[in-house]
């Protein structure tokens, strides 16, 4: 696994099909590649990267958290995992201008953006009531797997026209997909969705990763992901632990052996900073690409740590790139092993996981790019 993810990261920094953008809007750039497909064979362990420590409280609980439906961070922040906390944050702020609990809406990245975002925090943490109000992020994963929207109709013929009323619970497209496995195991039409057309507007962040597909031949279990947009650094090794598990969970719910995971990738990118940074990423772009195929990880990180202008205020650690140049110099080390508990999906918590033998090299602080 942790191949393939070096690999893969290598190509997005020097092949042919590597191309950069800046965004505007984000005022970020990302050196990119649409279109990428990964295999993960779970029998030879848990696909968990191991050139840099990964955070596996936060994919646990975040995984948890996503199987219950739950789409309020109060359960993430009371177990100190913060990474939906700035996403919250931006979503509600304007809403907590305007109710004048912050004074103003801050410019995003800014020592007061990150001040009033700390004290948001806490106040989700101590103050059920305030959390209950504004720790939430909208119709995101949870609500989609386990809350589909479901219209009913109803009988009422005032102009001879159909009405219809939304069914509070909607669809839980887990419990269906498990049943329709039992049912007829050997389909090819097991598939959940994230994306819902209709509420992606009210998301605070629309879904990365969108579908998956369930496969079985009633020996092994295969879960097939689609991810439309991938931040290589951060959120990619978080995508392959937690649906890596997820595809045990559901083998657990099945009486199958998990067997592969399939993630393909639509765009997969590395970003490169904020403003000049991510500008001077953009105007040496093909030498940085010369550089890698020709000099290799070391020699291009010391050729950017000696030329990049600084990562503007606010903005440090957006720089991803020169947090994977570093991961390249490392030696892969083998995998852990992963268990947890035979229960239904919607009774799991923290404790019915066990990772054993997980022996990775130091963390590599990058900071999220939102």
């Given at each position: 696994?942790?191949?393939?993810?070096?690999?893969?990261?290598?190509?997005?920094?020097?092949?042919?099909?590597?191309?950069?953008?800046?965004?505007?809007?984000?005022?970020?750039?990302?050196?990119?590649?649409?279109?990428?497909?990964?295999?993960?064979?779970?029998?030879?362990?848990?696909?968990?990267?191991?050139?840099?420590?990964?955070?596996?409280?936060?994919?646990?609980?975040?995984?948890?958290?996503?199987?219950?439906?739950?789409?309020?961070?109060?359960?993430?922040?009371?177990?100190k995992?913060?990474?939906?906390?700035?996403?919250?944050?931006?979503?509600?702020?304007?809403?907590?201008?305007?109710?004048?609990?912050?004074?103003?809406?801050?410019?995003?990245?800014?020592?007061?953006?990150?001040?009033?975002?700390?004290?948001?925090?806490?106040?989700?943490?101590?103050d059920?009531?305030?959390?209950?109000?504004?720790?939430e992020?909208?119709?995101?994963?949870?609500?989609?797997?386990?809350?589909?929207?479901?219209?009913?109709?109803?009988?009422?013929?005032?102009?001879?026209?159909?009405r219809?009323?939304?069914?509070?619970?909607?669809?839980?497209?887990?419990?269906?997909?498990?049943?329709?496995?039992k049912?007829?195991?050997?389909?090819?039409?097991?598939?959940?969705?994230?994306?819902?057309?209709?509420?992606?507007?009210?998301?605070?962040?629309?879904p990365c990763?969108?579908?998956?597909?369930?496969?079985?031949?009633?020996?092994?279990?295969?879960?097939?992901?689609?991810?439309?947009?991938?931040?290589?650094?951060?959120?990619?090794?978080?995508?392959?632990?937690?649906?890596?598990m997820?595809?045990?969970?559901?083998?657990?719910e099945?009486?199958?052996k998990?067997?592969?995971?399939?993630?393909?990738?639509g765009?997969?990118h590395?970003?490169?900073?904020?403003?000049?940074?991510?500008?001077?990423?953009?105007?040496?772009?093909?030498?940085?690409?010369?550089?890698?195929?020709?000099?290799?990880?070391?020699?291009?990180?010391?050729?950017?740590?000696?030329?990049?202008?600084?990562?503007?205020?606010?903005?440090?650690?957006?720089?991803h790139?020169?947090?994977?140049?570093?991961?390249?110099?490392?030696?892969?080390?083998?995998?852990?092993?992963?268990?947890?508990?035979?229960?239904?999906?919607?009774?799991?918590?923290?404790?019915?996981?066990?990772?054993?033998?997980?022996?990775?090299?130091?963390?590599?602080?990058?900071?999220?790019?939102?």
């Amino acid at each position: 696994m942790v191949k393939q993810y070096l690999d893969h990261s290598r190509a997005i920094l020097s092949s042919k099909d590597s191309r950069f953008k800046f965004n505007e809007r984000r005022g970020l750039g990302r050196i990119f590649i649409f279109g990428y497909q990964n295999r993960y064979d779970l029998s030879e362990g848990f696909p968990l990267l191991t050139t840099k420590k990964l955070h596996t409280k936060s994919i646990i609980h975040e995984l948890v958290w996503f199987l219950k439906g739950n789409t309020n961070i109060k359960y993430l922040v009371d177990n100190k995992v913060h990474i939906w906390d700035d996403d919250s944050f931006n979503y509600n702020l304007e809403g907590m201008v305007n109710g004048g609990i912050f004074p103003e809406k801050f410019k995003k990245f800014s020592n007061e953006w990150y001040s009033a975002k700390k004290e948001y925090v806490r106040k989700i943490k101590e103050d059920p009531k305030f959390a209950r109000r504004w720790g939430e992020l909208g119709p995101v994963y949870g609500a989609q797997w386990r809350h589909w929207p479901k219209f009913d109709s109803v009988d009422i013929t005032m102009d001879g026209k159909k009405r219809y009323a939304k069914d509070t619970n909607g669809i839980d497209q887990i419990s269906r997909l498990i049943e329709g496995m039992k049912k007829s195991p050997t389909s090819s039409r097991h598939l959940l969705s994230a994306w819902n057309p209709e509420e992606v507007p009210q998301m605070a962040l629309p879904p990365c990763h969108t579908i998956f597909q369930l496969n079985s031949e009633e020996e092994q279990l295969d879960l097939h992901l689609y991810q439309r947009s991938c931040d290589m650094f951060l959120g990619v090794p978080f995508n392959i632990a937690s649906y890596a598990m997820l595809t045990t969970i559901f083998a657990n719910e099945l009486n199958l052996k998990p067997g592969d995971f399939v993630h393909s990738f639509g765009d997969v990118h590395f970003y490169t900073g904020a403003g000049d940074r991510g500008r001077w990423y953009r105007d040496n772009f093909h030498e940085l690409k010369r550089r890698m195929n020709e000099d290799g990880a070391g020699k291009t990180l010391e050729w950017i740590n000696s030329n990049t202008p600084p990562e503007p205020e606010g903005t440090e650690g957006m720089d991803h790139v020169t947090g994977i140049l570093e991961q390249l110099q490392r030696t892969p080390k083998p995998l852990p092993r992963l268990e947890i508990a035979k229960k239904p999906f919607d009774e799991l918590e923290f404790d019915d996981f066990k990772i054993t033998g997980y022996d990775a090299h130091p963390h590599i602080k990058r900071a999220l790019a939102v």
